[in-house]
């Protein structure tokens, strides 16, 4: 069985002064616009080991146990719906662009590969003046007689806002590399510019 590895960004249902509920929305939360009138539906999660949790963003690679190369890569966005902050009616629901959402810098030397997540999405009903979540992550796989390890490297950077996570599978045993939450006090308007939070994680598989 192939070694799987995916990182997700997505917006936690519960943000201490931030989230609010949905009017007439079955205990659903959201987070406030732009436009000031409406507003978007979190994720309605808190963190998660699943492959296909809602999120904001995910990118997942499959490395071959063998010849320590990459197999696939897949990104995907769900989609972004927009509501009205009074009445909790649907304004827009589109899905985001994930065509930016990458693997740069893959090399293998056969018991080691290296590659980066790199890119991101933005906000579809928000148009062309809202903020991508960004991120830049190194990592770094290797075998070592039965062992396989996976680590980020120096440099792996999220962004403040929202959460994010990142985890590793291998026959059937998933582990954490990192879980992110929002920091205190950031909005999807501190995601302009370059990731700029680093993060670190190393998991062994036997």
């Not at 997505?10 to 509920?21: G, L, S, V």
């Not at 693997?103 to 030397?109: D, L, Q, R, V």
């Not at 830049?136 to 980020?152: A, D, F, H, Y």
Request: proline letters at 9%; a neutral charge; charged letters at 15%.
């Amino acid at each position: 069985m192939a070694l799987k590895i995916w990182i997700c960004s997505f917006i936690p249902k519960d943000i201490a002064n931030y989230t609010k509920p949905v009017p007439n929305g079955g205990g659903k939360t959201m987070i406030p616009g732009p436009p000031l009138t409406n507003c978007y539906l979190t994720d309605q999660r808190t963190f998660s080991n699943s492959p296909t949790a809602s999120s904001r963003t995910r990118s997942t690679v499959e490395v071959d146990n063998a010849t320590m190369s990459l197999t696939t890569q897949n990104h995907h966005c769900d989609n972004t719906v927009e509501v009205g902050c009074t009445d909790g009616s649907e304004k827009c629901n589109k899905t985001p662009d994930s065509g930016k959402l990458k693997i740069n810098g893959a090399t293998s030397t056969g018991t080691k590969c290296s590659f980066v997540f790199d890119g991101g999405a933005g906000n579809p009903c928000a148009g062309s003046a809202a903020p991508d979540i960004d991120w830049l992550v190194k990592v770094t796989v290797e075998k070592q007689g039965n062992s396989i390890s996976v680590r980020l490297d120096n440099g792996s950077l999220v962004e403040p806002f929202p959460a994010f996570e990142m985890y590793a599978s291998l026959n059937g045993a998933t582990k954490m590399l990192f879980q992110r939450s929002p920091d205190p006090g950031a909005t999807p308007w501190g995601l302009f510019g370059p990731p700029n939070k680093p993060v670190t994680g190393s998991v062994v598989f036997p």
